[in-house]
């Protein structure tokens, strides 16, 4: 069993940076892939970006490609999602994922989940 809990959710102008943590407990957590999904109100849940368990491989949506970057520390159990220039566009609760294969881009492949920590964006 794998817990997540996800920080470092707030308020950040747009143009400036914000770097999320994702903490794991429990399990071989430094052995699974990590994924990072958003919802905005009123959508669906989206893909981010994705991390193998040795950061080697790196997976990220057309949307936040060449702005965010997803790195791991499995040494203190954390998957990181530095976000740089946000958008307003970017607003949304942000959700990391732990999973023992591939590193999807499909929410349900992935079978623990944080409880989210919302960004908001202001333009």
């Known amino acids: 069993q794998v817990q997540l809990v996800e920080s470092g959710g707030g308020l950040v102008q747009a143009g400036g940076s914000l770097r999320l943590s994702c903490a794991g407990s429990?399990?071989?957590?430094?052995?699974?892939?990590v994924g990072w999904f958003r919802q905005a109100p009123g959508k669906e849940r989206e893909f981010v970006g994705s991390?193998?368990?040795?950061?080697?491989?790196?997976y990220y949506a057309d949307s936040v490609k060449g702005r965010f970057t997803i790195t791991r520390d499995n040494a203190k159990r954390t998957v990181y999602l530095q976000m740089n220039t946000p958008k307003p566009e970017d607003t949304a609760v942000y959700y990391c994922?732990?999973?023992?294969?591939?590193?999807?881009?499909?929410?349900?492949?992935?079978?623990?989940w944080g409880q989210g920590t919302q960004v908001t964006v202001s333009s």
């Open positions: 994922a732990a999973d023992a294969g591939f590193p999807s881009r499909v929410a349900i492949d992935y079978e623990y």
């Open positions: 429990g399990g071989a957590f430094g052995r699974y892939a």
């Open positions: 991390i193998n368990w040795t950061g080697l491989n790196r």
